[in-house]
């Protein structure tokens, strides 16, 4: 069992930047895909980034391209999301969240099959 707890979630203005981190326990170095998903009002919940604990190859939303940066410190077993220029838009409650494998597949594939989650964190970006 994965425990994932989620931190760093508040309130910023437009353009602004927040890092949101997200504690693993036990550790998930090994083989394990690793991801944000952002859920809000208006839109079901979604995939934003992931990064596979191994190779630590990324993956984005093109929404999100250039703007946000998915990051895992190995020796903390804490996985992050830098976000900057922040749009309204990208108000929502994030989560992390884990699965076992490479990302590739879970990805691209019909549906991320998530095992564990993380129990979110809400964003807010004001004008």
């Known amino acids: 069992q994965v425990q994932l707890e989620e931190s760093g979630g508040g309130s910023v203005q437009a353009g602004g930047s927040l890092r949101l981190s997200c504690k693993a326990s036990p550790d998930t170095s090994t083989n394990y895909c690793l991801a944000w998903f952002r859920q809000s009002a208006e839109k079901e919940r979604e995939k934003v980034a992931a990064?596979?604990?191994?190779?630590?190859?990324?993956y984005y939303i093109d929404s999100v391209k250039g703007r946000f940066t998915i990051d895992r410190d190995s020796a903390e077993n804490t996985l992050y999301l830098q976000m900057s220029n922040l749009q309204i838009e990208d108000t929502a409650t994030y989560y992390c969240?884990?699965?076992?494998?490479?990302?590739?597949?879970?990805?691209?594939?019909?549906?991320?099959?998530?095992?564990?989650w993380g129990q979110g964190v809400l964003v807010t970006v004001s004008s």
């Open positions: 990064i596979y604990t191994q190779t630590h190859r990324t």
């Open positions: 969240a884990a699965v076992r494998g490479t990302c590739f597949r879970q990805w691209f594939g019909r549906e991320f099959e998530v095992e564990y």
